[in-house]
């Protein structure tokens, strides 16, 4: 493993691993945190800001440009900063179940899910942790997304069996 990717990467790169990199690390403790008191405002308020900052520098991000200067994850991107304003209109209007399940998808899909993807052979992710050989990152992406999508099959089932 080496950073030397992210230390060679344009700045707006290396602005863009390091907020998603407090975002994915502060996420679980402000997600699963029992109190709601002013170390989960804190740390919420922090993990917003770094969402927000993954998402707008994400937009000069263009090395893999499909339309335009732009590539489907920019999508989600949009979906993020959605999701910011939905999840924090949510927490003020005292809508606290609504907040809570914004952020848990928005940490999920919008952090997790677009992070399994930095894999990819040629992203710096990628060659930081695996420099000598590249597929391997399509294990991880391959691993990762069958983990997520058992643990959705896995919720779903429990739902339906409760409904009936």
């Known amino acids: 493993m080496t950073l030397a990717p992210f230390f060679d990467a344009p700045v707006y790169i290396q602005l863009h691993a390091a907020a998603a990199m407090i975002a994915l690390l502060l996420g679980p403790f402000v997600i699963l945190r029992n109190r709601r008191d002013r170390l989960h405002k804190t740390g919420g308020y922090i993990w917003v800001l770094s969402m927000m900052v993954v998402a ?44 809570r399940q914004v952020f848990q998808n928005l940490y999920w899909r919008g952090l997790v899910i677009a992070g399994l993807f930095n894999f990819l052979p040629g992203r710096a992710s990628n060659r930081a942790v695996f420099p000598d050989s590249p597929d391997a ?27 009936a």
Not at 71 to 90: C, D, K, N, Q, Y
């Open 56 to 99: 707008v520098s994400s937009f000069w991000i263009t090395e893999f440009a499909m339309i335009g200067p732009f590539s489907p994850i920019h999508a989600l991107s949009v979906f993020a900063l959605w999701s910011v304003w939905e999840g924090l209109r949510h927490a003020f209007a005292g809508r606290v179940d609504a907040h």
């Open 137 to 163: 990152g399509l294990w991880v992406l391959g691993v990762g997304l069958t983990l997520i999508i058992a643990d959705g099959l896995v919720r779903f089932r429990r739902r339906s069996s409760s409904i």
